[in-house]
């Protein structure tokens, strides 16, 4: 062995899905954790660092996998960083393999790949507070056998960090060892001549890599690799080498895992004994009823009802505090020092309202996160994706997809930011693009407004259905029934390839650790807050300059600054008189406004759908948030931005809104025209904003606002035009 000195050093922690990875990140680093996107892909970077008696560690929390097998550039990373390839990522020193020590010998599959990747490799044995009633092993005959130091922790717990730390230091200090290889002669023959013939090509790969490339079969290094001019034929060498190994009985990909797992049971050969062997645990009683084809439906539909139940009252209340106390306290505040202007304005209509749209997602965000970190940690994420799987295979997706598109219903933010359960970089792209499709709390605002001023009150079947609670679950299903089509065109056309394979390991029950669900939800809300909430912002205070400019404001704010100083009877018609001039006078601002022109700009195109340049402008000025569109009409109509979907002057003002030829703007058809719209587009900010911190592209938030905004049109115009026949 050779001494390796240094101070600041950089592990990476690999393990399977549900071992224990991020429970024993958190034990290592705590908060904060420093999470972004590595570059170009969807996958998510999170590092974190500890300080020992020798100096810094920085850990990366790499994503579960339960191979090194590279089929997507997504699976990529994991590989990359290993190999020193990631600019932002410090050479790793030390790879630290979780395993779930109560099935070690599945989770030892991944073990035996980073093994061979040529850096030192410290196994920690995780739970091991359970596992010690369930298996007898000699962990120092285990040890001597792998060759790579041991460890067992129980992170939930607690249990073995500070010895893990230790071993972590004493594996930095042994050189990576040269382990004699587990494949046949003629697997290794053909390796050879491949990186021989890559070197004489101008491509030096380690042998790991050589080894994936003939055991990926539509592995991304070599697609990556034949782009490279002088290795167009890289894929005709690979099958002919696939063909050759075949003929000698050695099938690819198949001998990967009959030469893996045999090894494996070699080496716990004589020390490893499961003491539970043909006895039914109590994880196993739980499963017949909860991954039941049918009860495990029904748990699962009532469980995802008080979820969503509780996501909808919780985080309702708690927005309702901040819409209804927080934000007017602050702009209150900001009125009592600020003479009435520009610069007051900028600060109550677009900073206080720009974080008040950022806090306002918060709740849902932190209940949705807690509840999934619950069900996680104890260990019922598992069967939910099982038992969902078959239903979501009809479009094209694992049972991983619907917890989001679910959690959209209440909110499409969080609901995109949950899928980051999904490994499948083709159904999590799908799933983040259709969310959005899935009728949100906010659109509610606008449904009541057209619903309560525009749709019959009529009933049937003795008054136990009416027709305005028909329309409002219509409008509330519209996008999860056309989610469907859309789904299936994405998997068709952009996202094709083959299904990806449904592979969950079931973990055992256990209670959850309020310490991991307090990291996952801090983790999540510092990930929003930190990196989309910023974009949100901008964009409220974007769209309140261009309501603003370039109109003259200055009798706006004499106005303002007169009823603020009133201190006669609120009764009196002279206030009354001041309010009203102040209500027309913001309404003709906002027409003559960079935003009301470009809302009349747009008529011509609008117009089929049986909207003015009124709609248009309360469309565009929703783009914070969709339920602004309330507000919007409410100062167009000169009756002030305070007005709600309940409020009968507005419900007037629209039923007395005329074309210049004298003909009603608002009807049915219009109302159901505007309804579909706002069901089906993407007029929401922080949508858009999530997505991109999401994919790290601009391009897939591009792609959303253009198809959905088309999708809305057309629907839109649709029904209209159809409408107006009747």
């Known amino acids: 062995m050779t001494e390796r000195q240094s101070s600041a050093i950089t592990i990476a922690l690999v393990g399977n899905p549900n071992t224990g990875k991020s429970t024993f990140f958190s034990a290592l680093c705590g908060v904060p954790a420093r999470i972004g996107n590595y570059p170009g892909v969807t996958v998510e970077k999170k590092l974190g660092t500890y300080r020992d008696a020798k100096g810094q560690v920085t850990v990366v929390d790499l994503p579960g996998t339960y191979s090194l097998t590279a089929r997507t550039l997504d699976e ?48 920690v044995l995780n739970m091991w507070d359970r596992a010690q009633a369930t298996i007898r092993l000699n962990l120092a005959e285990l040890e001597q056998r792998l060759a790579v130091p041991i460890v067992t922790v129980s992170a ?39 990186q021989n013939w890559l070197e004489g090509q101008g491509q030096r790969l380690p042998r790991f890599l050589v080894q994936r490339l003939l055991l990926d079969v539509g592995g991304a290094h070599s697609s990556e690799l034949s782009q490279v001019p002088k290795l167009s034929e890289l894929g005709q060498r690979l099958a002919r080498s696939r063909q050759k190994l075949q003929e000698h009985g050695q099938k690819v990909p198949a001998i990967e895992t009959k030469v893996r797992y045999g090894w494996i049971r070699n080496q716990l050969e004589g020390i490893y004994q499961r003491l539970e062997q043909g006895r039914d645990t109590l994880s196993d009683r739980i499963d017949r009823w909860l991954t039941h084809r049918v009860w495990g439906l029904v748990f699962f539909a009532l469980m995802m009802f008080a979820i969503y139940q509780a996501i909808t009252h919780g985080a309702d209340l708690v927005a309702g505090q901040i819409d209804e106390s927080l934000i007017p306290f602050f702009v209150t505040q900001v009125e009592s020092v600020l003479e009435p202007g520009m610069l007051r304005s900028l600060i109550t209509d677009g900073v206080i309202a720009g974080v008040g749209s950022v806090i306002v997602f918060l709740p849902i ?62 159904d999590r792209m799908v799933t ?12 509610l605002p606008v449904y009541m407004l057209m619903i309560t001023a525009f749709v019959p009150s009529t009933t049937g079947l003795g008054g136990w259905i009416g027709l305005q609670g028909v329309v409002l679950f219509l409008m509330s299903s519209l996008g999860l029934i ?26 055992s029950y256990k209670l959850p650790s309020l310490r991991v669900v307090f990291f996952r939800v801090w983790e999540r809300a510092q990930a929003f807050i930190g990196r989309a909430g910023s974009l949100i912002f901008c964009t409220a205070v974007l769209v309140w300059a261009a309501g603003y400019f370039p109109g003259d404001h200055t009798r706006q704010h004499e106005l303002t600054g007169q009823i603020e100083a009133w201190q006669g009877d609120q009764a009196d018609p002279q206030l009354q008189e001041l309010e009203q001039e102040r209500r027309q006078l913001s309404g003709r601002l ?35 948030a969709r339920e602004v569109i309330i507000a919007t009409l409410g100062t167009i109509y000169s009756l002030g931005g305070e007005v709600g979907e309940d409020d009968p002057g507005l419900q007037a003002a629209l039923h007395a809104s005329r074309w210049p030829d004298g003909r009603p703007v608002f009807n049915l058809p219009v109302a159901l025209s505007i309804m579909v719209f706002f069901a089906l587009c993407a007029q929401c900010a922080a949508t858009l904003m999530v997505i991109r911190r999401e994919t790290n592209s601009w391009r897939w938030p591009v792609f959303t606002f253009g198809y959905m905004t088309l999708l809305a049109y057309l629907a839109a115009l649709a029904t209209y035009q159809v409408g107006s026949l009747f």
């Open 156 to 194: 939930s717990r607690g249990e073995g960090i500070q010895e893990a730390k230790a071993a972590i230091r004493r594996a930095h200090q042994r050189a990576a060892t040269e382990l004699p290889t587990i494949f046949p002669k003629e697997f290794e023959e053909e390796t050879s001549q491949l």
């Open 432 to 443: 983040i693009l259709i969310a959005p499709l899935m009728s949100c709390s906010a659109r």
């Open 590 to 624: 906002i027409e003559s406004s960079l935003l009301g022109r470009v809302g009349k700009a747009i008529e011509p195109a609008v117009k089929p759908l049986g909207w003015d340049w009124r709609i248009g402008v309360g469309v565009l000025a929703s783009f914070p």
């Open 482 to 507: 056309v989610a469907i089509p859309v789904a299936w065109l994405l998997k068709r056309f952009w996202f094709q390839g083959e299904p990806s394979a449904f592979v969950m390991e079931l973990p």
């Open 76 to 123: 990529k990373v994991s590989v990359d960083v290993l190999q020193g390839k990631v600019p932002e990522v410090p050479s790793i020193d030390v790879v630290v393999a979780i395993v779930d020590a109560t099935n070690i010998e599945r989770n030892l599959y991944l073990f035996t790949q980073l093994r061979q990747v040529g850096i030192p490799v410290l196994l």
């Open 365 to 426: 965000i932190l209940l949705l996160f807690f509840f999934i970190a619950i069900l996680e940690d104890c260990g019922y994420m598992a069967r939910a994706a099982f038992v969902m799987d078959k239903v979501m295979s009809y479009l094209g997706l694992s049972g991983k997809s619907f917890l989001p598109l679910m959690s959209s219903f209440a909110c499409a933010v969080p609901g995109i930011m949950a899928t980051r359960v999904i490994e499948s970089w083709r």
